[in-house]
């Protein structure tokens, strides 16, 4: 039982290390949308 539980939370980790390394790329889109959201809400605001 022990055996099956190490292996689940080893493959846990391997699928988070893998979508931490995807984010990596699509953080500046990120930065970007964010940026212009700001945008966006400051101009509403005027």
Same mark, same amino acid.
């Given at each position: 039982?022990?055996?099956?539980?190490? %292996?689940?939370?080893?493959? @846990?980790?391997? *699928?988070?290390?893998?979508?931490?390394?995807?984010?990596?790329? %699509?953080?500046?889109?990120? @930065?970007?949308? *964010?940026?212009?959201?700001g945008?966006?809400?400051?101009?509403?605001?005027?």
């Amino acid at each position: 039982m022990f055996k099956k539980f190490k %292996t689940l939370v080893v493959l @846990g980790l391997a *699928i988070l290390s893998l979508g931490a390394l995807s984010a990596c790329e %699509t953080i500046e889109g990120a @930065g970007r949308d *964010i940026e212009n959201a700001g945008e966006s809400v400051q101009d509403a605001a005027n």
